[in-house]
């Protein structure tokens, strides 16, 4: 039996994993003296509020602390406050399971699930995924992931472009859609509030202005656009500087890492690619000219410089285009037209093939890839084709 002194040395029979201790003065309370010396208080009960013989109702086990934090006296006064709630009809077991239960299925627990999830599947970009979700359900994150509605993430959406941020609007919804799938295929919500949202259908206006919104940069547009990112010196004017000499995509360029750097090739693993079959990309004099120049931060090439430690992407991207826009003159032009520029100039003016073209900036298909990589000499062609048009940049950027 339990007493004022005796508590604290109390342990359970020779053999037996955990024993409980029942006290005299409060019938229902006992200590639980496990074989490795920790010990817990607990409080014996059956429900007040389930219906039939309570007699017949196996009894709950509610802790009330460990006996390191709680004193006898304490963990009575704790048993005789639970005692009166229990009697109100509480069930303090059931409560606890619940409040468990809601916080399993919270935005911010069902997130960290999500990108455990997107680094075991090894998706690109989950660190830029991660940062639109938690920056559009930031003030959400203690909500339960079903009372988020529709008119909630519209509403989120509206905000960012208001705030001049389309990219970032666009960002969010998509990555919010795909979080909300994978909520609804683990039973978490019913659907996908965003499943059957769709933009209204564009204007005629809206189609012209988003054709001619691309468009093939000038020599004179290049070697200035060259010029501003190469003076800039940080890791954003070396990105543009490589989007220029190797026609790839914004995020393949920002999560360049060492590793994937030989001596005469860079070679992306098909987890870092947009069609997931990897890319290849010779080394041209230009290309190594800048990777010669380039400070050793870690294992990212080009890093954040706004977040210590060089292992952050780069992030704010339509400031950081904004700023090149303006430093340029040249405000009607994207990122995504750089590789436009080189893709166009490489079959028009340098004479490759569509395949070889295809091939470059690794938009290839199966059927192109079973025809291009079949022959041996395609990375000839491209070590060719990648040196003429480092040759072109460096002469237009001499010369304007």
Request: with cysteine; glycine share 6%; aromatic share 8%.
């Amino acid at each position: 039996m339990l007493t004022g002194s005796n508590y604290k040395t109390l342990s359970p029979d020779t053999g037996r994993k955990d024993q409980l201790f029942f006290d005299g003065s409060i019938k229902s309370l006992a200590l639980r003296a496990y074989a490795s010396g920790k010990a817990t208080w607990i409080l014996q009960y059956r429900p007040k509020n389930i219906a039939g013989n309570r007699a017949r109702i196996g009894t709950k086990k509610a802790v009330l602390g460990d006996r390191v934090n709680m004193s006898l006296s304490d963990a009575r006064q704790a048993a005789r406050s639970l005692m009166a709630k229990i009697d109100q009809g509480h069930d303090p077991v059931e409560e606890k399971q619940l409040l468990r239960k809601q916080e399993l299925i919270t935005v911010q627990a069902q997130l960290d699930e999500y990108q455990a999830d997107l680094v075991r599947r090894q998706l690109v970009n989950v660190k830029t995924a991660m940062s639109a979700l938690k920056s559009g359900f930031q003030g959400k994150m203690t909500r339960e992931v079903h009372k988020i509605i529709l008119s909630d993430l519209l509403q989120e959406i509206k905000s960012i472009e208001a705030r001049g941020k389309l990219g970032a609007a666009q960002d969010f919804r998509k990555h919010a859609s795909a979080f909300l799938s994978f909520c609804a295929t683990r039973g978490v919500i019913q659907s996908n509030p965003l499943a059957g949202y769709r933009r209204a259908r564009r204007t005629r206006a809206e189609i012209v202005e988003t054709v001619e919104h691309g468009r093939i940069l000038t020599d004179t547009e290049l070697a200035t656009i060259w010029k501003v990112a190469q003076s800039r010196n940080d890791s954003f004017g070396r990105i543009v500087q490589f989007l220029i000499l190797s026609g790839t995509r914004r995020h393949e360029a920002a999560l360049l890492r060492c590793s994937f750097i030989s001596d005469q090739w860079i070679n992306y693993p098909a987890t870092f690619t947009k069609q997931a079959r990897g890319h290849s990309v010779p080394r041209s004099s230009g290309i190594d000219e800048l990777l010669s120049g380039t400070p050793n931060r870690g294992e990212l090439l080009w890093p954040s410089l706004r977040v210590a430690g060089g292992g952050t992407p780069i992030s704010g991207w339509t400031k950081y285009v904004a700023a090149l826009q303006q430093s340029t003159n040249i405000y009607d032009f994207t990122l995504h037209d750089l590789r436009r520029t080189f893709r166009t100039w490489a079959e028009e003016r340098y004479g490759a093939t569509d395949s070889l073209c295809e091939a470059a900036i690794g938009h290839v298909s199966r059927h192109i890839l079973n025809r291009i990589y079949s022959r041996p000499k395609w990375q000839n062609d491209l070590r060719l084709l990648f040196q003429a048009w480092s040759d072109h940049v460096a002469q237009v950027t001499k010369f304007t």
